[in-house]
């Protein structure tokens, strides 16, 4: 609807389906998601394999994903600050050393 331009405001999408602002952003939230969980979830077609993925605990994951990726870009940038500090007090002839 907001896509289409049917509505202009998550607002009106609430009004129009007898839905909180809340529960609007709830679900519209769902569309951080991963593309290929998305379309996992909507090729459910059985009610009970739909009831195992509700949407409160779906909720969270986009954090713990942008939350990991934070995690291991500090740590690329912390193992190339090391790996700078240790290079630099090596012997040259330990640094030309090839496996």
Do not use: C, W
Request: glycine share 4%; hydrophobic share 45%; net charge positive.
């Amino acid at each position: 609807m907001l896509d289409d331009g049917v509505v202009n405001l998550m607002n009106e999408i609430a009004l129009k389906e007898g839905l909180t602002r809340a529960r609007v952003a709830q679900i519209m939230n769902l569309l951080k998601l991963p593309a290929d969980m998305q379309v996992f979830l909507l090729d459910l077609d059985d009610g009970k394999q739909i009831r195992k993925y509700p949407e409160r605990k779906l909720r969270g994951y986009h954090e713990i994903v942008r939350l990991l990726l934070i995690r291991q870009y500090f740590n690329t940038l912390a193992a190339k600050s090391l790996m700078k500090k240790v290079s630099t007090r090596l012997h040259p002839l330990v640094l030309s050393f090839q496996l």
